[in-house]
């Protein structure tokens, strides 16, 4: 696996720490998911779960997408999969889903979340809430980084199941 992340400064401001993580947990989903072939992208873990290292790469676009667009910006864009029809489509539409396409968005996404997360204090407030409560653009990075670290870490037994590549 090819790894060209930036590892985090152990010293920096608030801000600077953040994005650094951020940034750092987003690269490594590509690296776990680098010199794969489509198939095996899509390859499921274990039944009965429909994880795979394509449906991670669809959620996270789809969790870029509604923190910082819809919540932090409060832009009125669609979501990207048939939630109403099947609340897990990003993971369980892969099978017909191009990957050339899902990495696309995946990456536009993350443009557009540090576009917007660049022009906004960390301690700004979502104009749209979240399950009924107001969230902070602080919170929003947080919650970004764990959820980035969580799904990471089931690309990290993914990867190795697939073809036994391990790494941080």
């Known amino acids: 696996m090819t790894d060209d992340r930036v590892s985090p400064a152990f010293i920096a401001d608030e801000r600077a720490m953040l994005d650094s993580w951020l940034d750092w947990h987003r ?4 690296v776990k998911c680098a010199g794969l072939p ?38 009125d864009v669609p979501l990207l ?3 109403a029809e ?4 990003d993971f369980n539409d892969v099978d017909t889903a191009s990957v ?3 990495f696309a968005i995946w990456r536009a996404e ?7 997360s660049a022009r906004v204090p960390l301690d700004a407030v ?17 919650h970004m980084i764990e959820e980035y670290a969580r799904h990471n870490g089931h690309a990290d037994l993914l990867r ?7 790494g941080e």
Not at 46 to 66: D, F, I, N, T, Y
């Open 126 to 142: 979502g104009r749209q809430q979240r399950h009924g409560q107001d969230v902070s653009h602080r919170w929003i990075l947080v």
């Open 86 to 89: 099947d609340p897990d489509s």
């Open 38 to 75: 489509e198939e095996r992208l899509r390859e499921r873990s274990v039944p009965p779960s429909s994880l795979s290292l394509l449906g991670l790469v669809r959620h996270m676009a789809h969790v870029e997408r509604v923190w910082f667009r819809r919540v932090l910006d409060g832009e």
């Open 160 to 166: 190795e199941r697939l073809d036994g590549a391990v």
């Open 110 to 116: 993350i443009e557009v979340a540090r576009e917007i």
């Open 81 to 83: 999969y048939s939630k």
């Open 27 to 30: 690269e490594t989903l590509a």
């Open 100 to 102: 050339e396409e899902a």
